[in-house]
T-cell receptor, first 113, second 109 residues
Framework: EAEVAQSPRYKITEKSQAVAFWCDPI?????LYWYRQILGQGPELLVQ????????DSQLPKDRFSAERLKGVDSTLKIQPAELGDSAMYLC???????????FGPGTRLTVL | AQRVTQPEKLLSVFKGAPVELKCNYS??????LFWYVQYSRQRLQLLLR??SRESIKGFTADLNKGETSFHLKKPFAQEEDSAMYYC???????????FGTGTLLAVQP
């Protein structure tokens, strides 16, 4: 069964360093989402892509976060520089088209020291 | 403001007891409501959505627009139901999910 893939699963870094996360959505899914989940809270959307275009990045801290989906398939989320408050689980999800079920990846747990 | 509220962080019940996980929302429009579940060491997955009106794994949820609630219910809890449950909604031009803070359901033997 097709699943959303993410790597790495765990990342430990020091503050002020750069980190990058990768997501490979289910084949054929046009919509890709990046969520951040802080411990004890529900996931919060950071950025949403429709194919290679950003359709919502209103909650993305653009001074340090960037996201791209150059060919409309896989995606990379980058943080530079990382801060202590960025420690969280970063989840990627994809859906076949708007208003359909979102399928989630296993997440990348980031710890910033 | 769009918001989903799950008042209980932890709900502990005995096997065979009824379960009700509470969810209230605020949204100016007609949202679509969901319950997502995350079992131990597994990824977040959809349990049910209000428009399908299905019963999944014995769980049901009814959308009450007057009370702006979407409580999740099961008449007889099983140990395998132990998991983290998130209520969520979407609305507007995108499919953006807005999640509650989650409720950990622990079913004791």
């Amino acid at each position: 069964e097709a699943e959303v893939a993410q790597s790495p699963r765990y990342k430990i870094t020091e503050k002020s360093q750069a980190v990058a996360f990768w997501c490979d959505p289910i084949s054929g899914h046009a919509t890709l989402y990046w969520y951040r989940q802080i411990l004890g809270q529900g996931p919060e959307l950071l950025v949403q892509f429709q194919d290679e275009s950003v359709v919502d990045d209103s909650q993305l801290p653009k001074d340090r976060f960037s996201a791209e989906r150059l060919k409309g398939v896989d995606s990379t989320l980058k943080i530079q520089p990382a801060e202590l408050g960025d420690s969280a689980m970063y989840l990627c999800a994809s859906s076949a088209q708007n208003y359909n079920e979102q399928f989630f990846g296993p997440g990348t747990r980031l710890t910033v020291l | 403001a769009q918001r989903v509220t799950q008042p209980e962080k932890l709900l502990s019940v005995f096997k065979g007891a009824p379960v009700e996980l509470k969810c209230n929302y605020s949204y100016s429009g007609s949202p679509e409501l969901f319950w997502y579940v995350q079992y131990s060491r597994q990824r977040l997955q959809l349990l049910l959505r209000h428009i399908s009106r299905e019963s999944i794994k014995g769980f049901t949820a009814d959308l009450n627009k007057g009370e702006t609630s979407f409580h999740l219910k099961k008449p007889f809890a099983q140990e395998e139901d132990s998991a983290m449950y998130y209520c969520a909604l979407t609305g507007g031009a995108t499919n953006k999910l807005i999640f509650g803070t989650g409720t950990l359901l622990a079913v004791q033997p």
